[in-house]
């Protein structure tokens, strides 16, 4: 499969324990944030969202944390699977002169191993 | 309901020809915007088209361009390539894009694969 990147810090984990991806984001006007999971060979995957009225968001699985304090993301993915090996993404969103504009950050690599 | 289409999924050129991506949208989505993808600069963003007109645009320079069809499926040129252009080259789609006053969840197409010699 293609390489998202070659020097992504990787999170390396047992199937069936709980995952933590923390990502720090830039800018303190941003209002809304999303989770991508990028399998190799693939484009990304939205896996969840949320807004900055929020401080937590559960999905399937996954729960996002948002502390606008220190401007830090984080993604927990329960029960760890094979399958949630990939790159995952955090970005954030803001209002930009009148646009939004999305920025990326550059990744972290989660490893299950089985 | 198809997913978003890029094509084609791998290309190479040499140093100073020229490139079109094309991506096909989801049915009804009317936003699609491009990113550029490397090991070293991570996912960055191109340009966002919405019903025809380039609502946004990131910083790249000018051999970078791109356009919208009336059907919203939409086409990336780049000219006079060079080495650093090897990329993967990322199209999503949209119902209201993240440009506008809405915050649409993007939708990627797998991508398409440049390799510049």
């Known amino acids: 499969g293609e390489s998202v990147g070659l020097h992504l810090p990787t999170l390396s984990v047992q199937e069936g324990d709980n995952s933590i991806i923390n990502c720090a984001y830039s800018?303190?006007?941003?209002?809304?944030f999303i989770w991508y999971k990028q399998e190799s060979g693939k484009g990304p995957q939205f896996i969840i969202d949320i807004r900055s009225n929020m401080d937590k968001r559960q999905g399937q699985r996954v729960t996002v944390l948002l502390n606008k304090t220190v401007k830090h993301l984080s993604l927990q993915i329960a029960a760890t699977q094979p399958g949630d090996s990939a790159v995952y993404f955090c970005a954030e969103n803001w209002m930009d002169t009148g646009r939004r504009a999305l920025t990326f950050g550059s990744g972290t690599r989660l490893q299950v191993q089985p | 309901k198809a997913g978003v289409t890029q094509t084609p999924r791998y290309l190479i050129k040499t140093r100073g020809q020229q490139v079109t991506l094309s991506c096909s949208p989801i049915?009804?989505?009317?936003?699609v915007s491009w990113y550029q993808q490397t090991p070293g600069q991570g996912l960055q963003f191109l340009f966002e088209?919405?019903?025809?007109?380039?609502?946004n645009k990131g910083n790249f320079p000018g051999r970078f361009s791109g356009r919208q069809f009336s059907n919203s499926r939409s086409e990336m040129n780049v000219s006079t390539l060079e080495l650093g252009d090897s990329a993967l080259y990322l199209c999503?789609?949209?119902?209201?894009?993240?440009?506008?006053?809405?915050?649409?969840?993007?939708?990627f197409g797998e991508g398409s694969r440049l390799t510049v010699l």
């Open positions: 999503a789609s949209s119902q209201t894009g993240t440009s506008g006053r809405g915050t649409g969840e993007l939708f």
């Open positions: 088209y919405f019903s025809e007109t380039q609502r």
């Open positions: 049915s009804g989505h009317r936003s």
């Open positions: 800018n303190s006007a941003s209002d809304y």
